[in-house]
T-cell receptor, first 112, second 115 residues
């Protein structure tokens, strides 16, 4: 089955600093990849999804961007963090047939 | 479009008592249904899923859920909870089609088991 690796696990960054969160997938090829953000009391919000290398779709306008430089690598970035970017970020990927979604362990981002 | 509603944001329950976490969904097409559990500062772990067949689905840790098509519900139940069940639980749906499909989550229910 697929395994999602996500790092770092926790991150404290000052307002205005850049961000780079990385997600890699094992056990599959050409996966669909998602970035979700979980803010307190707001459930899981889909930020970006990618169906292939260089293909990124954004679900909501925001201060963040995503890139997919390799088949099994998905990166979430920001040039200048805002306080509102704080939250728990999860990378996910469904299996073929969409009968299950696998998640990374998440990154707790605190912008101070 | 599809949506998922978890009406209860928090559910306190005494240890060894039964619990039901409610989930209702809306979708114009057939969907797969899931329950995930999230322990503090961790990712999501699949508890159980309904793809087809029997409407009563059994998952890990003694949890089960029943798919009710007429009521568009997929409530999660456990007859006797443990302290270790304290976590946040997410209901989710995904359309029954190949290719890219967005997983839609509910806002989550925090289960607090009281000793």
């Amino acid at each position: 089955s697929q395994t999602i690796h996500q790092w770092p696990a926790t991150l404290v960054q000052p307002v205005g600093s850049p961000l780079s969160l990385e997600c890699t997938v094992e056990g599959t090829s050409n996966p669909n990849l998602y970035w979700y953000r979980q803010a307190a009391g707001r459930g899981l919000q889909l930020l970006f999804y990618s169906v292939g290398i260089g293909q990124i779709s954004s679900e909501v306008p925001q201060n963040l961007s995503a890139s997919r430089p390799q088949d099994r690598q998905f990166i979430l970035s920001s040039k200048k963090l805002l306080l509102s970017d704080s939250g728990f970020y999860l990378c996910a990927s469904p299996n073929l047939g969409n009968t299950e979604a696998f998640f990374g362990q998440g990154t707790r981002l605190t912008v101070v | 479009a599809q949506s998922v509603t978890q009406l209860d944001s928090q559910v306190p329950v005494f240890e060894e008592a039964p619990v039901e976490l409610r989930c209702n969904y809306s979708s114009s097409v057939s969907v797969y249904l899931f329950w995930y559990v999230q322990y503090p500062n961790q990712g999501l772990q699949l508890l159980l899923k309904y793809l087809s067949g029997s409407t009563l689905v059994k998952g890990i840790n003694g949890f089960e859920a029943e798919f009710n098509k007429s009521q568009t519900s997929f409530h999660l139940r456990k007859p006797s909870v443990h302290i270790s069940d304290t976590a946040e639980y997410f209901c989710a749906v995904i359309r029954r089609r190949g290719g890219y499909q967005k997983v839609t989550f509910g806002t989550g229910t925090k289960l607090q088991v009281i000793p």
